[in-house]
């Protein structure tokens, strides 16, 4: 008996030994295969399909890591995360890179020991509720009963929104995206209140979305983006370069279909450097000269994965707003490529 | 072992220790000893290597920062700027009062299902079966589920009772059963102390006098007991308890003023305001652990019962007892000795499965502390410590004061 015990603490303790970190490059190309921690479905950001394969602009944000690291986009093995679980599944060790429309903050940054490698998408939180309501501002929500995330900076605002503005709610705290949209539809909460691009694309799902309206109000600031562990320099460098090839890629017009013509034919000498006809940005990075072509080539630029995601083509129908490039008035702006 | 071919006496050799039946088991369990404090020294020194590594550290200093977060139940006065220590307790006191509830009514359940267990007729000794059966056989976390889901998707939505001309009306005109709990009236005190608010020291002077009459229900119990004894009439006790129970309570609540806040379906739009309400996860949770455990009772109250020999019952009744009192005065006494160990063990598992809370976002201690505090701050090391703390804690004296009370019931031997 007693022996059983010391073998299974030894095994534990081994295990411990296991998780610490080290290069988490060296780590992936070893594997041969990139762990990245994703939402467990909401549509348009990363939701398995109807194939079972995992679609969405946080996925394809995933698939375009591992085409750069590994060369090959489906390397990928992608682990649901809870609003409560992301943070644990990342600190251990489980997953490489977690891209789950996780807002960036100081204390998620400083606190929990993470960094964050730019944004992906910039986001506020909103209120949705049935049209039948005749509710048309946040601020007539007094009293109301709300369905919240737990574990997530949505469910921080929403105490401050209401305690600012004087009123009151009962919060109603759920596990996933899935649960809250269950429970709203059975009315267990007058409202549902997210990130408002989650809210769309839940709405989107809805058998008559039409009955349902986002309210006006944005009560946040939530620029959401891919982040990994901190103190992991060169695979932190790695993602946040991915993330800025496919913005700049967008900004240059570079695109999946003309990628191959692009990296031979262009003559701007960025476009050349981007896709590694010239100079030695991959090798900086520990990569081979190839590693932004392959993820445009696979994913598309961050203009084409917006828009066959969740642009307003697609149900969830989002426009591109603070998302555009700064050209076009938005707020993505890539640091040069050189 | 024998103890025939131990050299008597001698010098001590250092090989003794093994070959020496005297000592070979000290040596080997002082060696396990060891083993298991250098493997837990090892864990130990190894999680603060990686926890340096990770640049983390143990502190606590986030008890005292603001949770930053609402609870929908919260029995003492909280805010989302109270700190994280207030919201565990928020937790703690929702723990206990479900862990309560669901231990008076699992028992409740249990005697009543067990002793029907052995009644002669067919149908509910049968029906009992089924009860104890389907509900002992089943997880708890789906008998959780279950409820909720029946309880949210059954009862009408709250927005049915609102306003001027309500598509329904209240039960009595005074509780409303709403998909999101139930509304019954509340008691509040118009003279009492605390004004306005209302203090939890009227509720205490209230179990002041409850306890006083108890005490002396007792003592008029017991003097009836020893004029019994004495003369062999006992002098009836049921209209004098009963006096004692009621008249001081009733002229306490009069004048401590006790009055009613109706649930009120005029207030607000969206909920009824006013009275108490009874959260569906709360119900959910209490009506799932009691079902569940009572069963396991059900059965502990039968084994007691069976346990009791049957030359009891029939030495009883050739005594002259009937049924009823043979029940009261021979086998209950009897068979509660067998009945307490395990229930001891039924109300710590009452206890330990309240954490099962989380899944109808009730919030429990696991759902504050253990699930948004630990999530929000990042303090998961700390925050699962102290919950573990907490449940060894109550569970100790839940096991202490029911040791107490067994002891009180075991076979006194003369
Ligand atoms: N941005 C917030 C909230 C993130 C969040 O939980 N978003 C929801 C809805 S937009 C989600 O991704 N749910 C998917 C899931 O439940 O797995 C945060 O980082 O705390």
């Known amino acids: 008996m ?51 394969e995992w679609k969405g602009i946080d996925a394809a944000f995933c698939r375009a890591v591992a085409a750069a690291v590994l060369g090959d986009a489906t390397a990928v093995e992608f682990v649901p995360t809870t609003g409560k679980t992301r943070f644990t599944a990342l600190a251990s060790g489980e997953i490489d890179v977690l891209a789950r429309n996780t807002t960036w903050t100081l204390s998620r940054d400083v606190d929990l020991k993470f960094d964050f490698l730019g944004v992906n998408y910039y986001d506020g939180q909103g209120f949705m509720v049935p049209k039948a309501l005749g509710v048309s501002s946040a601020k007539d929500l007094d009293g109301a009963t709300v369905c919240v995330q737990t574990g997530t900076t949505t469910e921080l605002n929403l105490a401050d929104f209401f305690r600012a503005n004087n009123i009151s709610y009962e919060p109603v705290p759920i596990e996933t995206n899935a649960e809250g949209a269950q ?44 982040l990994v562990r901190h103190g992991d320099n060169e695979w932190g460098d790695v993602v946040r370069w991915t993330l800025n090839a496919l913005i700049s890629a967008e900004e240059l017009g570079v695109t999946s279909a003309n990628v191959g013509e692009m990296s031979t034919g262009s003559t701007n000498p960025e476009i050349k450097r981007l896709l590694g006809t010239e100079g ?30 969740i642009g307003e083509d697609t149900p969830v129908g989002l426009a591109r707003g603070l998302n555009a490039q700064w050209t076009d008035g938005g707020l993505l702006y890539s640091p040069p490529f050189r | 072992m024998s103890t025939t071919t131990d050299p008597q006496g001698g ?34 020194s ?98 959780i589920i279950i409820i909720f889901t029946i ?29 999101r709990g139930v509304y019954v009236p509340a008691p509040f005190f118009t003279n009492g102390f605390g004004g306005e608010e209302g203090s939890i020291a009227n509720w205490l002077l209230v179990i002041v006098v409850l306890f006083g009459s108890l005490f002396a229900t007792r003592a008029m119990t017991a003097r009836a007991n020893k004029i019994q004894e004495d003369t062999g009439i006992r002098p009836g006790t049921l209209w004098t308890n009963l006096a004692i129970w009621l008249v001081p309570v009733a002229v306490v609540l009069f004048i401590l003023g006790l009055s009613w806040d109706f649930p009120d379906p005029l207030a607000n739009r969206f909920n009824l305001r006013g009275g108490l309400q009874i959260g569906a996860p ?31 019952t ?55 502390l253990g699930g948004i505090t630990l999530n929000q701050t990042g303090r998961a090391i700390e925050c699962v410590l102290l919950l573990m703390l907490f449940y060894l804690t109550i569970s100790l004296l839940i096991s202490a004061v029911m040791n107490v009370y067994n002891s009180s019931m075991k076979l006194k031997e003369r």
């Open chain 1, 2 to 52: 007693n022996k059983s015990v010391i073998f299974g603490a030894l095994t534990i303790a081994g295990l411990a030994a296991g998780a610490a970190a080290a290069g988490t490059l060296d780590d992936v190309k070893a594997r041969g295969k990139l762990n990245c921690g994703v939402t467990t479905g909401l549509a348009g950001f990363a939701a398995p399909d109807a194939t079972g």
């Open chain 1, 183 to 226: 429970q709203y539809l059975a009315g267990a909460c007058d409202s549902y209140t997210t990130d408002a691009s989650g809210l769309a694309s839940t709405r989107a799902t809805f058998e008559n979305p039409g009955d349902h309206t986002l309210l006006p109000e944005i009560i946040s600031k939530e620029p959401l983006g891919p």
């Open chain 1, 280 to 309: 030695t940005l991959g090798e900086m990075l520990g990569l081979d000269a190839d590693w932004a072509k392959r993820a445009i080539a696979t994913q598309g630029n961050y203009g084409e994965i917006f828009a066959r995601n």
């Open chain 2, 11 to 44: 010098t001590f050799r250092l090989s003794m220790l093994m070959n020496d039946s005297r000592y070979r088991s000290l040596t080997l369990q002082a060696i396990a000893a060891i083993l298991l404090a250098i493997s837990i020294g090892y864990i130990i």
């Open chain 2, 46 to 143: 190894n999680l603060l290597a990686n926890l340096a590594e990770q640049d983390l550290n143990i502190s606590f200093g986030f008890l005292a920062t603001p949770a930053g977060y609402d609870i929908n139940q919260t029995l003492i006065e909280y805010t989302s700027q109270s700190s994280n220590t207030r919201a565990a307790f928020v937790g703690i006191i929702n723990t206990l009062l479900v862990a309560i509830l669901a231990c008076i009514t699992a028992t409740v359940l249990g005697v009543i299902a067990g002793v029907l267990r052995l009644s002669n007729n067919w149908l509910v000794r049968k029906l009992m079966s089924f009860y104890v059966e389907i509900f002992r056989n089943i997880p708890v976390l789906i008998w």
């Open chain 2, 151 to 179: 309880v949210t998707a059954v009862m009408p939505s709250a927005k049915s009772y609102l306003g001027e001309d309500p598509e329904r009306g209240m039960l009595g005109g005074i509780i409303a059963f709403t998909n």
């Open chain 2, 282 to 312: 709360l119900i959910a949770l209490w009506l799932a652990l009691s079902v569940y455990t009572g069963a396991f009772i059900a059965e502990n109250v039968r084994a007691g019962i069976q346990a009791v020999s049957k030359g009891q």
């Open chain 2, 314 to 368: 029939e030495a009883a009744s050739a005594l002259g007892l009937r049924p009823r009192r043979t029940m009261s005065l021979v086998i209950l006494p009897q068979a509660l000795r067998v009945i307490i160990p395990p229930l001891i063990s039924q109300y710590l598992n009452i206890t330990k499965n309240s954490s099962l809370a989380i899944a109808v976002g009730y919030a429990d201690i696991t759902a504050t």
